[in-house]
């Protein structure tokens, strides 16, 4: 097992790894950036280095600043969380270089699924069910035209290196199409600096369900049930849960198989997400694959038993997996809120401050994963996520009521906060029948500002 490890992120996420390692017995060292120097996770590591100013060029993202952290402090291995540097190919190289152990899969593996279009087509090959359009990146409209011609409106344009819900255009019709593709390039080359993109037909009121994979050095490869992560604004995830409450045995254990061909295909290491479009026809297409730990992981650790992010440290020190596919039972029902310092009645607008008052309830089957505290003062240099409820229960219809018992009692005083949406979720038709898709909440929104504009 290793003796210390850097962790490459800041807020919940790095709070989480911390507390698996230290019950694993592992030292760990925290990164900072100026304006973190504050965070809980500075304040629990065993050691804390800052590796920049408060922009994430300088800190988070600064590859330089953070070897150098991990050589300095004796790190032998980077565990890089969600987002930042966690599905960046050269940072895994350059820590494998260092002779430093990257937690996570190979830079083959991050640089072949981090391809949406070149994903697309091995999976493909290997049987996966995809959906259809380009067989590559599509570089010029005449192609793109001919592309739209054969599969029909509506249809995707999708940045190759996307994530996030960003370079996604939708087009409706042909007038459409040119200032869609050069709209969905040019969005590519500013988040992502590539501009190439790739079409697909577009499929209505579908679900998103991932399943989570593990694999490990020794040739295991298991599937950990599905999570269905459809309820969403502007394509990020907002309410997550598992099961799905449309899943059937049967449709499981084809998307979970399909799951597994897709790692073997790519020969995946250590844990992911495939990711997976369900139509109203209960058909399912892979649309990508996630080489991280997911935000949304710890439903799957409720309903399974089983800590991934301890499960990670240990794959990645080359012990196989402690569990076989026939292990994987599910249990209950588990329900996660992202809780975001955001005003949704000024279009969600981002929120910074001191929490003056905090109160997170508790009891039985309920789990708050968070980095703030009373007298935390929430920066608005990053991600706006305060933390994630959690919830478990026997069955879907308890779970709905502790999660509202949850957004009722909850206290977060000083900042806004997305609190009171979620409860206006959970508390409708669509979300209490489980008879949701990806556009659902978009749709409650129009419906909303149709009523308000009377």
């Known amino acids: 097992m290793f003796n210390k490890v850097l962790i490459a992120n800041r807020g919940e996420i790095a709070v989480r790894i911390i507390r698996a390692c230290r019950e694993l017995g592992i030292s760990t060292l925290a990164i ?13 590591a065993d050691d804390v280095v800052c590796v920049g100013t408060a922009p994430s060029s300088d800190s988070y993202l600064n590859i330089q600043n953070i070897l150098s952290a991990a050589v300095i402090k004796g790190a032998d291995a980077i565990h890089p969380g ?5 599905e960046n190919a050269e940072f895994a190289e350059i820590c494998n270089e260092c002779n430093i152990t990257f937690i996570g899969p190979t830079p083959e593996n991050i640089r072949l699924l981090g391809d949406k279009a070149m994903a697309k087509q091995t999976m493909k090959n290997a049987n996966v069910p995809t959906i259809p359009g380009s067989d590559g990146e599509v570089t010029e409209i005449d192609e793109a035209t001919a592309i739209a011609e054969s599969i029909g409106f509506p249809l995707l344009i999708k940045a190759a290196a996307g994530g996030g819900g960003r370079g996604i255009r939708i087009v409706q019709n042909k007038d459409e199409l040119v200032p869609a593709f050069e709209a ?3 969005e590519a080359v500013a988040c992502f600096g590539y501009g190439g993109v790739y079409i697909e037909k577009y499929l209505k009121n579908t679900r998103h369900v991932e399943f989570q994979i593990f694999a490990d050095n020794h040739g295991n490869i298991v599937h950990l049930g599905e999570r269905d992560c459809s309820l969403q604004r502007r394509n990020q995830k907002i309410i997550e849960e598992t099961p799905c409450p449309v ?11 399909s799951a597994i061909r897709a790692a073997k295909a790519v020969g995946y290491r250590n844990t992911g997400t495939v990711e997976f479009l369900l139509d109203e026809d209960m058909n399912f297409y892979f649309m990508e694959m996630n080489t991280r730990i997911q935000v949304e992981h710890p439903i799957t650790e409720m309903v399974t038993g089983i800590d991934l992010v301890k499960e990670q440290i240990a794959v990645a020190a080359g012990k196989p997996l402690s569990f076989g596919q026939k292990d994987i039972v599910l249990r209950g029902h588990s329900i996660e809120c992202r809780i975001n310092a955001e005003n949704p009645s ?3 607008m981002p929120s910074g401050g001191t929490i003056n008052v905090l109160h997170v309830p508790g009891g039985n089957g309920i789990r708050f994963d968070s980095h703030i505290y009373q007298g935390y003062k929430v920066p608005t240099n990053y991600d706006s996520m305060l933390g994630k409820a959690i919830v478990w229960a026997r069955t879907r219809d308890e779970a709905i009521a502790k999660m509202n018992g949850f957004m009722t ?8 906060t997305n609190i009171s949406f979620h409860t206006e979720i959970i508390d409708s038709k669509f979300f209490r029948s489980g008879k949701y898709h990806t556009k659902s909440i978009e749709e409650m929104l129009k419906v909303k500002e149709k009523v308000k504009k009377k």
């Open 32 to 44: 900072v950036s100026e304006a973190d120097r504050d965070s809980l996770h500075a304040y629990i």
């Open 82 to 86: 969600f987002g930042f540097l966690s």
């Open 184 to 186: 969905a390039k040019a």
């Open 247 to 257: 899943m059937t045995e049967k449709l499981r254990q084809e998307m979970g198989n």
């Open 346 to 348: 000024k279009n969600f």
């Open 409 to 416: 009692e909850a206290v977060i005083e000083g900042i806004d």
